[in-house]
């Protein structure tokens, strides 16, 4: 299975809460990102959202869609959240919030295998193209989220 180790930084210009709120209310996603078709909670959790569970559909830039679930593990506020992953990518990830003057910026590092077939046959020829793909996918999500904070 091949492996991805990824880092993707965004560049926010509000505050780290409206931040936060942004990324932690991930029903909402399919609203504002283009790639995100549905999220279903699984299993609430507690207050802070640790243990929440949700399943995932994607589309991405390529004819292809990923499926998975995130159960968050770690809840500081507005500082990370950690969660693992399961289904069409299994690993686990974070995402920080780290403050600057006038910015805040969101960094998704991901630590995930891919578990479809078809995506394991050749991994030194997809691997490059999954992520470019990743790549567009969290780019789009960046203007995205910059578009929605800033109406």
Not at 11 to 18: A, G, H, L, M, S
Not at 19 to 37: G, M, R
Request: charged share 25%.
């Amino acid at each position: 299975m091949p492996s991805f180790a990824l880092i993707t930084d965004w560049n926010i210009p509000v505050p780290i809460e409206r931040c936060w709120f942004s990324i932690l209310d991930t029903q909402a996603w399919s609203v504002w990102w283009d790639y995100v078709e549905k999220v279903e909670e699984l299993e609430r959790g507690d207050s802070l959202g640790l243990n929440n569970k949700r399943r995932y559909v994607w589309q991405t830039c390529l004819p292809y869609r990923l499926v998975f679930e995130l159960q968050v593990t770690e809840v500081r506020p507005y500082q990370l959240i950690r969660f693992m992953a399961n289904g069409d990518l299994q690993g686990e990830g974070c995402c920080r919030f780290i403050p600057s003057e006038k910015n805040t910026i969101i960094q998704f590092e991901w630590k995930v295998q891919t578990t479809k077939a078809w995506m394991n046959l050749c991994p030194f020829l997809v691997t490059p193209i999954f992520i470019w793909n990743h790549s567009r996918v969290m780019l789009n999500g960046e203007k995205s989220l910059i578009k929605r904070l800033s109406d």
